[in-house]
C-alpha cells in the first residue's frame, strides 16, 4: 500500500476543521466528505456508496448497449410492449431498493452515532437490547421476526388494550 493519495486528501477539510460547513453541504458531497475523514466516519454512508457504484457500473454497460443499438432493437422488436412493461417493473423496483437502502444506512448511522438524534424505533430498540449480551440480542431479534408486533389499528392491538384495562 502506497501514500500516492495521502498529499491530496491532506487538503480536504474535515468535520472538525470546518463545523459550519457540514449543515451547507450537499449530500453527495458529505457521501464523499465521509472517506476524508477517519476510519469509523469513512464506513457512514458503506451502503449508499456499494448501491451508487453499482448501479453507476449498470447504467453505463446500459449506455454502451443503447449506443449500439441493441437496446432499441429490443423495443422495436417487440409487438406486445412486454420489454417496456418489464423495465417499468424493474425502474420502480430499483427506486424501492433505493429508498430503503438509504433509510437503512441511516438508521445504522443513527445507531453508531453517539450524539445523533434518533427515530423513536431506533431509541426503543436501544432501550430494549442495554445490557444484555449478544445471544440474548440474537434470541429477542429470532422472537421478533417470528412473531412481529401487530399495527397499532388491528383488532389484536385493540383486545390487548381492552385485556390490560
Known amino acids: 500500500m502506497t501514500d500516492t493519495f495521502a ?5 480536504f477539510a474535515t468535520a472538525a ?18 472517506l476524508s475523514e477517519d476510519d469509523t466516519a469513512s464506513y457512514q ?4 456508496l456499494r448501491f451508487l457504484v453499482l448501479n453507476l457500473v449498470a447504467t453505463a454497460l446500459c449506455a454502451a448497449a443503447w449506443l449500439k443499438g441493441w437496446v432499441g432493437a429490443v423495443f422495436t422488436g417487440d409487438s406486445t410492449q412486454l420489454v417496456l412493461v418489464i423495465t417499468i417493473v424493474f425502474g420502480f ?9 438509504f433509510l437503512t444506512s441511516s438508521e445504522i448511522n443513527q445507531l453508531k452515532g ?32 417470528a412473531h ?4 397499532s389499528g388491528s383488532p389484536a392491538t385493540q383486545a390487548s388494550v381492552i385485556d390490560q384495562s
Request: glycine share 6%; proline share 11%; aromatic share 4%.
Open 45 to 48: 454512508f458503506l451502503l449508499v
Open 148 to 151: 412481529p408486533a401487530p399495527a
Open 17 to 34: 476543521d470546518t463545523p459550519h460547513l457540514a449543515s451547507r453541504r450537499s449530500p453527495l458531497a458529505s457521501l464523499f466528505a465521509a
Open 7 to 11: 498529499p491530496a486528501a491532506a487538503s
Open 114 to 145: 453517539p450524539g445523533t438524534p434518533r427515530s423513536p424505533r431506533i431509541t426503543r430498540y436501544l432501550e430494549t437490547v442495554r445490557g444484555r449480551d449478544g445471544q440474548s440480542r440474537a434470541a429477542r431479534a429470532t422472537h421478533r421476526r
Open 93 to 101: 423496483g430499483m427506486v424501492s431498493c433505493a429508498r430503503k437502502i
